[in-house]
C-alpha cells in the first residue's frame, strides 16, 4: 500500500497505480478525454494535468499515467490546475469547434471563443484508437506524421485489409472522428457491417457479448465466438478487464458430453422463409417492404424502435399498411413448400389489430390473402373483430410489388376475384412468410436416423402424432408439421408423456433427497433483521450510491445488521449470508437487490438452509423499479433506494413464519369420456404405472371415431379404434365403468372424492387427478333439404357409406360438398377445423373410385391447413372442382326426384350455377354437447361456444385454472384425431406431474380467516374464484381450504370485519408499508 | 427529487402477476420514468381495499395507482 495526500487528504493505493485511478477509488474527479480503462495510458490530451509537491518543488503531471509513490502530494483542483485546463480546452476548441464533448469542456471553462486560429478539424488526437487497435491485435492504424502533421492514418494512407472493421475505434472514439463509415471508406478493405441481432430480426445490431434476449435462459450473456475479435487474433480481452467478479474465461473449450438416456425429444424448431430468394417480393430492394418477424419487433416494447410504430426507411409512421399471405407457403412452383404454414393468417390478423392499437393516426390495414384460415378456437371471432375494426381482407393475386420513384412507398398491383386489375400505394408492407425446417435439423435427423417428409417435417402417423420413425425418439413442435403455440405446448406436453412411458419403472431411482437443517424457533425472539444490499455489478452501483444506503439501512428499526454485496446471488454470497444469518443470530432478512419475481425463490433457499423459515424474507425491487429505470437521475434513485428498503424493513418487522403442511396424494387417475381422448388419456396415465378409473357415459367405447373411416393420412380409423379399446380391456390398471355418470365431487388436487353412477349403484373413488374429455358432437342440420331428402347427408353419414363400401357409392355421378353447415354462423360462431379436410379428402376418394364421378365443394375458405394442403391441390389435381360463396348468398338446394338440385353464385364468373347431385355431403359443425352439469360438479368453466375453457389458451392448454383438472379431445374444441391424441398425451403428462408428487405442499402465502371476527356474510365466498371458501352453518363462520387457496387476497378486501388475513400481506402489514413509504 | 418543484408521492399498489411484472420489464427495458412512484407488492389488485387507498391519501400520498 501506498500512502499519499490527495487535496490534502490521506488517500491510500496500490503499488504501481496511477493519480487517476486512486482518485476514481475517491471519488475525485479529473476530467480526461484520452483514458480507457481497458488500455495503457498514454497522457496525450493532457486535460488530467494535475499540481504535484515532491517536497521540494511543485510540478504538472498527467494523473493518468503518473504512478503513484509513497508521501507524494497531489492537488487537483488548485488555480494553476484550472488555468492549465482552460488553456488546453482552448487549443482543443480552435482545432475541433464543432466538436460536442470540446464544446461541453469549454462551456464549463467559460471559453466562448479561443484566441487562437480557429481549424476545422475532427480528431482531438487522443489516441485512442490507435491504442485499441493495437489492444485488438491488429496496429492497422496509427499515428502518423509529426507535430502539425500528425494524424490517425493506415500505412501510406490506403486501404488496408489488416483492418478486420471490428469498429472498436469508432466505439472509443470521443469525438466521432471515426465511424464506421470511415472505416468502409478509408480504413478497411474488409466488408463493414453491424453485427446483425438475431432477437431484432436483424432491425438492430448487436455486440459480441451479448444476452440472445431479455427473458433468456440462462439469462447470461455470451460470447459469440465468429464475431469476437479475441478469437480472430488473441488480442482484447478488454472484457476480462471489467467483469468486476472475473467471470470471463476466454480459454473454454467445446466439451462433448455423453449421457445415458432412455428417450429422446427432439424440439429443434424452425426458421421463417426468407423472402429474398425471390425478387419478385422486392424485399431486399425496398426498405419498406418488411417479413412478419421484423414487423412483429417492429410492434415490440422490447424491439428496435421501443414499440413506436414507424417504418424502416425513414422512421414516419406509417398510415397505410398492407400484408401480403403465404409468402413461402403453398407455393409447390417456386418455394417447394407447397404445405400451409396454419399459422400465419392468425399472426397477420393479430399485426392488423396490435398496428393500429400503436398507431398514433387512424390505420389503413389491408391483408391480401387466397384463404383466411382461422381455424382454431376463438379465432373467427378475432377475425371478425378485426373486420368490424376496419381491416381489409381482399381475396386477391398480388403480382407485382414495385417501388413508387420518389418515394419509399411500395405499390402493389393485384387481381379481385372477379378479374379486376387494381394498384394500391402502401407506406409500408409486410409478407407473411411460412415456417420451414432449415437444412441444419434435416442432417441432424439424418445422423439419428429418422425419417422425414419431402418438406423436412418428421414423418408421423395420426395415432402417433409425437412418434418418429425410431422406436424411443419423439417429436415435437413444428419439426412434426406447422403449427400454433397451442399446438405446440401441447405436443411438447404428449412427447414428455411419451417419452416417459416406457420409463415409467425408473422414475425417482436417480434423485437425491436434500437434506435441510431444522427451522429455528424464532417466535418469541424480538426481530432482529439483517439487510443485504446488492451492487449488482454496476447495475444498481452504477446509479444508486450504495455506501450511503448502506449507511441508511442500519438507522432503520431492528436492523442490527447491513452489509453491501456485488453479486447478491453468486453462490458464495449465498453461503456467506447463510453463515451471517447464523453468526448474527438474524430473524428476518431483507435483500435490496433485484426482482423478487426471479429471486425470492433463491434468496428463500438461503433462509432454509439457514434454518430460518422461508417467508421470514423481503425484497426491496432497487434495480429494476430503480436503478435500471432512474438511471439519469442518481440522486433521486438513491433516495427511492432508501425509501423501498425502508418499506422493506417496515414490513418485515412485521412477518412471521408461515406453515406449509404436507398432504399425500392419491395416486390414481379418474378419465371421464371412453373416446378416443379419454381411452388414449387413460391408457398413457396407466402405463405411467398409475391406476385409472375411466368412465363413459355410454355402453361402449369409441365415440365418434366409431363412425369415421379413413384420417387425412388414409389410415383405418376403425382399426385404430379396435386396438385402442382392446389395450384399454387388456390393461390392469384400467378400470372400466361404462354407462356410468359422475355425481358428487369433493375435494381438492391429490385429494378427490367422486361418486361414479349407474344403473345398479353408486360408488365413491378417491382420486388424485381427473381428466375431461366428454367429446362433442356432429350437428344436425335443419338446412339444405336435411332430414328431408335421401340425397341429403352428413359427414359422418357418408364415413358409413365408405367403411360399408356401400354401392350407392359406385352409382353415384354428381357429388357436390357444401361446408361451413352450421359452422361459422351466429349461432356457432366458430369454425369446426374437420370439416374441410374431410371434404377434400372423401371427395378424393369419390375420384378414385371412378375419376368420372363429377364432385364439386362449395366453401367459405378451404382450410386445409399444414400438411393437409396437400390434399387440397391433390383434389384440385385429381378434377375435383372448388366454388367458393359467401355467407349471405348460401347455395339452394332443391329436391327433384332421386336427386336434389343445389344452386349457387360462381364468384368468378358471376352468375347462377346449379348442380344436380346424387349425393350432396354437408359439412355439418361440431358442437358441444353443452354439459352445463359437468362444468358445474368440477366447477370448471365453458367458454360461449360451449367448449370448455383451459386456464390459458396458448401456455396451458390442457389445464383448468383450478389445481389437479385437465383437459383434452373435443370436448376443448373441434379437431381432427391426431390433434385429440396429442392432447390427450398431454393431459395425462400434465397430470402425471401431480400423481408424481409423494404429496402435495399447502399453505404458505393464503388466507386465514378469524372465526371471532366473521360474522358470516357469505362476502368472502361470493369473490373467491377459487371456490376456496366455505360456510360452517353451524358455527356460522367462513372458512378457507387451503389446498384451493391461491393467495389473491380477494376475501381479505371484500370483508368488512377484516377477519381474512392474506398471510404474508396482511393489511398491519401492508398498513406499514403505505406509512413508511410517506415518512422518512 | 428536487425540493423547488411540487413532486407528488404516489403509492402504486401492483399485483405480482401482472402489473409488477410489467414494471419488472420496464427496467429491464431500459425504460425511464419520474422516480415519484413507491410500488408495493401485492399478490393481486383485488386485495387491495378502500381502506389501503384511504389510509395511503391519510399518510400524505399524492396519489395512488393500482396495476392489476
Known amino acids: ?1080 | 427529487m428536487n425540493e423547488d418543484r411540487f413532486e407528488p408521492k404516489i403509492i402504486a399498489f401492483m399485483c405480482n402477476w401482472c402489473a409488477y411484472g410489467a414494471a419488472d420489464l420496464a427496467g429491464v427495458s431500459r425504460l425511464s420514468y419520474p422516480p415519484n412512484i413507491r410500488p408495493i407488492r401485492v399478490m393481486c389488485s383485488a386485495t387491495v381495499s378502500p381502506h389501503h387507498i384511504l389510509r395511503a391519501f391519510q399518510s400524505g400520498a399524492d396519489g395512488v395507482l393500482v396495476g392489476g
Request: negative net charge; hydrophobic residues 35%; contains cysteine.
Open chain 1, 1 to 1080: 500500500m501506498i500512502t499519499f495526500k490527495l487535496n490534502g487528504k490521506k488517500v491510500q493505493g496500490e503499488e504501481g497505480q496511477f493519480i487517476l485511478q486512486v482518485a476514481e477509488k475517491y471519488g475525485v474527479e479529473i476530467p480526461t478525454l484520452c483514458h480507457h480503462k481497458g488500455l495503457e495510458p498514454a497522457g496525450m490530451c493532457r486535460l488530467c494535468t494535475v499540481e504535484l509537491f515532491d517536497g521540494r518543488r511543485t510540478r504538472f503531471v498527467t494523473a493518468c499515467n503518473y504512478p503513484i509513490w509513497e508521501g507524494m502530494e497531489v492537488k487537483t483542483d488548485t488555480e494553476t490546475v484550472h488555468e492549465g485546463r482552460k488553456l488546453n480546452v482552448e487549443l482543443l476548441m480552435a482545432r475541433c469547434p464543432d466538436i460536442p464533448v470540446v464544446k461541453t469542456l469549454a462551456d464549463q471553462y467559460g471559453i466562448e471563443k479561443p484566441r487562437f486560429k480557429i481549424k476545422d478539424d475532427t480528431c482531438i488526437l487522443c489516441g485512442l484508437c490507435t491504442r485499441i487497435c493495437q489492444r485488438m491485435g491488429n496496429s492497422a492504424i496509427s499515428l502518423t506524421g509529426r507535430g502539425v502533421e500528425m494524424k490517425v492514418d493506415t500505412p501510406f494512407h490506403i486501404q488496408t485489409e489488416v483492418c478486420m472493421a471490428c469498429g472498436a475505434c469508432a466505439f472509443v472514439c470521443p469525438t466521432g472522428h471515426i465511424s464506421l463509415d470511415k472505416i468502409k471508406e478509408n480504413i478497411s478493405t474488409q466488408t463493414v457491417i453491424k453485427i446483425p441481432s438475431e432477437y431484432d430480426a436483424g432491425l438492430k445490431g448487436r455486440k459480441p457479448i451479448y444476452v440472445p434476449y431479455a427473458q433468456a435462459v440462462p439469462n447470461m450473456p455470451a460470447i459469440d465466438r465468429t464475431k469476437c475479435v479475441h478469437f480472430k487474433t488473441d488480442g482484447c480481452k478488454i472484457c476480462a478487464d471489467f467483469c468486476p467478479v472475473g467471470a470471463i474465461d476466454h480459454s473454454q473449450q467445446d466439451e462433448i458430453v455423453e449421457l445415458d438416456v432412455g428417450s429422446i425429444v427432439l424440439a429443434p424448431g424452425f426458421d421463417v422463409f426468407d423472402p429474398s430468394r425471390f425478387d419478385t417480393y422486392a424485399y431486399t430492394q425496398l426498405p419498406n417492404v418488411v417479413t412478419s418477424l421484423e414487423f412483429e419487433r417492429i410492434l415490440s416494447a422490447t424491439g428496435p424502435f421501443s414499440g413506436h410504430l414507424v417504418r424502416p426507411s425513414d422512421h414516419k409512421e406509417p398510415q397505410k399498411i398492407g400484408w401480403l399471405q403465404c409468402v413461402g407457403s403453398r407455393d409447390l412452383n417456386r418455394c417447394d413448400n407447397a404445405y400451409c404454414s396454419s399459422v400465419c393468417c392468425m399472426y397477420a390478423i393479430k399485426q392488423t389489430v396490435i398496428a393500429t392499437e400503436h398507431s398514433q393516426n387512424p390505420l389503413d390495414c389491408a391483408v391480401f390473402y387466397m384463404d383466411m384460415r382461422t381455424h382454431g378456437k376463438d379465432f373467427d371471432k378475432y377475425y371478425g373483430n378485426a373486420e368490424k375494426q376496419g381491416v381489409r381482407f381482399v381475396r386477391s393475386r398480388i403480382h407485382t410489388i414495385s417501388p413508387v420513384p420518389g418515394t419509399d412507398d411500395v405499390a402493389v398491383r393485384y387481381i379481385e376475384e372477379d378479374g379486376t386489375v387494381k394498384e394500391e400505394v402502401f407506406d409500408m408492407f409486410v409478407l407473411s412468410v411460412g415456417l420451414e425446417i432449415n437444412q441444419d435439423i434435416a442432417d441432424l435427423s439424418k445422423r439419428i436416423g429418422i425419417d422425414l417428409d419431402e418438406y423436412r417435417f418428421t414423418k408421423t402417423d395420426s395415432f402417433h402424432p409425437v412418434g418418429t420413425s425410431v422406436e424411443g425418439i419423439y417429436a415435437c413442435g413444428v419439426f412434426t408439421g406447422p403449427k400454433d403455440i397451442p399446438q405446440s405446448v401441447m405436443e411438447a406436453s404428449a412427447s414428455a408423456c411419451a417419452a416417459t412411458e416406457h420409463l415409467a419403472s425408473a422414475r425417482n431411482t436417480c434423485t437425491k433427497i436434500l437434506e435441510l437443517p431444522p427451522e429455528r424457533d424464532v417466535s418469541s425472539e424480538p426481530p432482529k433483521i439483517g439487510v443485504f444490499v446488492c451492487n449488482c455489478g454496476i447495475n444498481i452501483g452504477g446509479v444508486v450510491k450504495v455506501p450511503e444506503v448502506v449507511q441508511y439501512a442500519k438507522t432503520l428499526p431492528n436492523v442490527v445488521y447491513v452489509e453491501e454485496n456485488l453479486f447478491s446471488c453468486s453462490q458464495d454470497t449465498q453461503d456467506k449470508m447463510s453463515d451471517i444469518i447464523n453468526q448474527q443470530g438474524l430473524n428476518r432478512v431483507v435483500v435490496a437487490a433485484c426482482t423478487p419475481k426471479t429471486h425470492e425463490p433463491l434468496f428463500q433457499e438461503t433462509l432454509i438452509n439457514a434454518g430460518l423459515n422461508k417467508y421470514l424474507f423481503e425484497m426491496a425491487n432497487i434495480r429494476n423499479h430503480d436503478s435500471w429505470v432512474h438511471a439519469n437521475d442518481p440522486d433521486a434513485a438513491t433516495e427511492k433506494a432508501k425509501d423501498l428498503i425502508r418499506m422493506a424493513v417496515a414490513k418485515t418487522n412485521l412477518l412471521a413464519p408461515l406453515k406449509q403442511t404436507d398432504l399425500p396424494v392419491s395416486h390414481s387417475a379418474l378419465v371421464i369420456g371412453g373416446g378416443i381422448a379419454g381411452m388414449t388419456a387413460a391408457v398413457s396415465l396407466a402405463h405411467q404405472g398409475y391406476p385409472v378409473d375411466l368412465v363413459e357415459k355410454s355402453d361402449a367405447l369409441g365415440g365418434n371415431a366409431l363412425m369415421l373411416s379413413k384420417t387425412a393420412q388414409n389410415e383405418d380409423v376403425g382399426a385404430f379404434v379396435e386396438e385402442l379399446i382392446q389395450t384399454v380391456n387388456s390393461e390392469d390398471r384400467i378400470t372400466l365403468h361404462t354407462e356410468t355418470t359422475i355425481g358428487n365431487v369433493e375435494g381438492f388436487v391429490g385429494n378427490f372424492k367422486t361418486e361414479l353412477r349407474n344403473k345398479e349403484a353408486t360408488q365413491t373413488i378417491e382420486h388424485g387427478v381427473a381428466v375431461i374429455a366428454t367429446g362433442a358432437k356432429e350437428y344436425k342440420p335443419v338446412e339444405y333439404l336435411y332430414g328431408k331428402h335421401d340425397a341429403v347427408m352428413t359427414h359422418l353419414e357418408l364415413d358409413e357409406l365408405f367403411k360399408k363400401s356401400d354401392p350407392r357409392l359406385d352409382q353415384t355421378e354428381n357429388v357436390v360438398f357444401i361446408q361451413c353447415v352450421g359452422s361459422r354462423d351466429k349461432e356457432r360462431p366458430y369454425c369446426s377445423k374437420v370439416c374441410c379436410t374431410h371434404s377434400v379428402k372423401s371427395a378424393i376418394d369419390f375420384k378414385k373410385k371412378n375419376p368420372n364421378v363429377n364432385v364439386a365443394i362449395l366453401y367459405r375458405d378451404i382450410r386445409t391447413y399444414g400438411k393437409k394442403e396437400d390434399l387440397y391441390r391433390q383434389a384440385r389435381e385429381a378434377g375435383v372442382l372448388f366454388f367458393s360463396y359467401s355467407v349471405d348468398q348460401k347455395p339452394e338446394v332443391t329436391a327433384d326426384g332421386d336427386h336434389v338440385v343445389v344452386e349457387f353464385t360462381d364468384r368468378i364468373l358471376n352468375r347462377k350455377l346449379a348442380v344436380k347431385a346424387d349425393i350432396l355431403c354437408l359439412a355439418s359443425a361440431i358442437e358441444s354437447h353443452w354439459d352445463h352439469s359437468m362444468a358445474q360438479i368440477f366447477k370448471v368453466p365453458l367458454d360461449s361456444d360451449g367448449w370448455l375453457l383451459e386456464a390459458h389458451q396458448k401456455l396451458r392448454p390442457v389445464d383448468f385454472a383450478n389445481d389437479g383438472i385437465f383437459l383434452c379431445g373435443m370436448a376443448h374444441y373441434p379437431k381432427p384425431i391426431e390433434e385429440s391424441i396429442a392432447q390427450a398425451q398431454a393431459a395425462a403428462a400434465r397430470a402425471a406431474t401431480v400423481l408424481a408428487l409423494e404429496s402435495i405442499k399447502v399453505g404458505g402465502i393464503v388466507t386465514d380467516i378469524r372465526a371471532d371476527l366473521c360474522s358470516g356474510c357469505l362476502g368472502c365466498i361470493n369473490v373467491c374464484p377459487y371456490g376456496a371458501i366455505t360456510f360452517d352453518a353451524q358455527k356460522y363462520v367462513a372458512e378457507v381450504n387451503a389446498a384451493l387457496c391461491k393467495g389473491c387476497g380477494a376475501c381479505a378486501a371484500v370483508c368488512p370485519s377484516e377477519a381474512p388475513a392474506l398471510m404474508g400481506f396482511n393489511n398491519n402489514q401492508l398498513y406499514a408499508q403505505i406509512k413508511s413509504a410517506l415518512n422518512a
